[in-house]
């Protein structure tokens, strides 16, 4: 099913950032395609909702983690539906909090294979054509673990700090040759009931409550932020950046304590 229209890919296109952000690029022009490893109900009403505001997408299920599946998804995308003008790399590689003994090595393999490799692959699979045509977009989502490092944390700040590398690389080497390649760093909770919700179960409700109002990042606001990084003059490209809610407290200030939340507020709401 060819289209007229430049495609937006969006590998993990959850209910959170990838599907705000493929509803908000739909509606910008782009087609768009869209991949996560499970749940097709879920994306088909995310499609649904597209083509119901007069957009255009697709879907399919794939597995980032397998060699090959990203490979296979761009050359069918360019193939079958058009040249990719913009992409979103949003799949996640956390796996809570384990000491070192706990995080076996294929665990360890996993979140960067999710975290960083895959990242390299779909910049391989998809910016020589890019190249030709001199110009693209790379999104990255990233986490607080690509800044720093804590206790627990092992698997996925060393799977986030090699996506940042990996950002700033690709960036030295593709800035010039036209391809935009931008790392955002979500500083913050985001209101998304297929990852966070499934992370806190029936305690979902009650984090948002007690983070107050505006106090978790909404992304359908936050897509305003992915589309505006990609319709950026080649003059003024941002490469990375950073996003929490109001009520949080930078990464570089923040104070982890059992008595708070983790954030930099305590549990009876924002600091005064």
């Known amino acids: 099913m060819a289209s007229d229209k430049p495609v937006f890919l969006v590998i993990g296109a959850g209910a ?9 690029f739909a509606a910008g022009g782009y087609y768009a395609v869209l991949a996560r490893r499970s749940d097709e109900e879920s994306m088909a009403r995310i499609i649904g ?10 879907g399919t299920l794939i597995n980032a983690a397998e060699d090959g599946s990203i490979e296979e998804l761009v050359e069918r995308t360019e ?7 913009a992409a ?11 000491t070192l003994h706990d995080t076996p090595h294929k665990t360890f393999e996993l ?13 391989h699979a998809m910016f020589p054509a890019m190249v030709e045509r001199g110009r693209g977009t790379l ?6 673990s690509a800044m720093r490092g804590n206790a627990g944390q092992h698997s996925h700040a060393a799977a986030m700090g090699g996506r ?15 391809i935009h390649v931008a790392h955002i760093v979500v500083d913050g909770a985001v209101d998304a009931p297929d990852t966070l919700g499934k992370l806190l179960g029936d305690k979902y409700e009650a984090f948002k409550a007690n983070k107050g109002p505006d106090g978790v990042i909404d992304p359908g606001e936050l897509a305003e932020t992915y589309w505006h990084l990609a319709q950026q003059p080649k003059n003024c490209w941002t490469h990375e950046l950073d996003i929490r809610p109001w ?14 939340d983790g954030r930099g507020k305590s549990f009876a709401g924002p600091k005064t």
């Not at 959170?16 to 908000?24: Q, R, V, Y």
């Not at 193939?79 to 003008?85: A, E, K, L, N, S």
């Not at 979103?88 to 384990?98: D, E, F």
Request: aromatic fraction near 8%; glycine fraction near 16%.
């Open 16 to 24: 959170g950032i990838g599907g705000h952000c493929a509803k908000h």
């Open 49 to 58: 909702d597209i083509e119901d505001a007069g957009g255009s997408a697709s």
């Open 79 to 85: 193939r079958d539906i058009g040249p990719i003008g």
């Open 88 to 98: 979103l790399y949003n799949l996640g590689a956390q796996i809570g909090n384990r």
């Open 111 to 123: 979140g960067w294979r999710l975290g960083c490799y895959g990242v390299f692959r779909l910049a």
């Open 139 to 144: 999104l990255v989502t990233s986490a607080t």
């Open 164 to 178: 940042r590398m990996l950002c700033q690389t690709l960036n030295a080497e593709f800035g010039p040759q036209g």
């Open 247 to 260: 009520t949080d407290v930078a990464w570089w200030n923040d104070n982890p304590n059992p008595e708070i």
